[in-house]
């Protein structure tokens, strides 16, 4: 459960506003992930990174940037948000991306709302 | 196009019966299978998973899940349903023959499951 961790844990940020959220693994993985969750709807892939390389951008708008400093760090940074970005935003990890068949390892999210 | 269906939005079951969330998919290669739970204000955590071999695939909490390749369905089981199995729970799939970014999951809109005592 606390393998990773994410702050914070809830965000209400207005539209003209920047934030960033902190994803952190303590699990030796390689590669980390970015989703959305919004209900009732399958999860939305935002971003993948592979040893603090981006490997996939799924057509993100630009107002979210993501930051991987480290293999152990992830960061989501948010400017000019609309409202329709309430979600929860969670991070996940695995041991690799793309040796094996690996579970993915998440956070417990940060549950964004846009004013 | 690569997809997972979970046809139930919500499942009700009584504590100590034997529950099912269904789970197909539609994928142009080998599938590998994942089930994951989600627990109020939680992130998900992973059940279980098939990548070959035995079709029945035990994996954590007395979980179950049968890998039926002709109907291309992959449904999560329980032998005697408990209260505290009451959460959402997200099929997932990963299309081995996608050439680019096979290590992409693809999720189901998950089922709710709630055990009434």
């Known amino acids: 459960e606390t393998g990773v961790t994410q702050t914070p844990r809830h965000l209400v940020m207005g539209m003209t506003n920047k934030k960033s959220l902190k994803c952190e693994q303590h699990?030796?993985?390689?590669?980390m992930y970015w989703y959305k969750q919004s209900a009732k709807k399958p999860l939305e892939l935002m971003f993948v990174?592979?040893?603090?390389?981006?490997?996939e951008n799924n057509s993100v708008p630009s107002r979210f940037s993501p930051e991987c400093p480290n293999s152990s760090h992830l960061f989501l940074h948010l400017h000019t948000l609309q409202p329709e970005d309430s979600a929860l935003y969670l991070c996940?990890?695995?041991?690799?991306?793309?040796?094996?068949?690996?579970?993915?390892?998440f956070g417990p999210g940060t549950r964004l709302t846009v004013t | 196009a690569q997809s997972v269906a979970q046809p139930e939005d919500q499942v009700n079951v009584a504590e100590g019966n034997p529950l099912t969330v269904k789970c197909t998919y539609s994928?142009?290669?080998?599938?590998?299978l994942f089930w994951y739970v989600q627990y109020p204000n939680r992130g998900l955590q992973f059940l279980l998973k098939?990548?070959?071999?035995d079709n029945l695939v035990k994996g954590s909490y007395g979980f179950e899940a049968e890998f039926n390749k002709s109907q291309t369905s992959f449904h999560l089981k329980k032998p005697s349903a408990l209260v505290s199995d009451s959460a959402l729970y997200f099929c997932?799939?990963?299309?081995?023959?996608?050439?680019?970014?096979?290590?992409?999951?693809?999720w189901g809109a998950g089922t709710k499951l709630i055990i009434k005592p």
């Open positions: 996940a990890s695995s041991h690799d991306l793309y040796r094996g068949v690996y579970e993915q390892y």
């Open positions: 699990l030796g993985h390689n590669a």
């Open positions: 990174y592979s040893l603090e390389e981006r490997v």
């Open positions: 994928v142009s290669g080998n599938p590998y």
């Open positions: 098939y990548i070959t071999g």
């Open positions: 997932a799939v990963r299309d081995m023959k996608r050439e680019d970014s096979n290590y992409q999951l693809i």
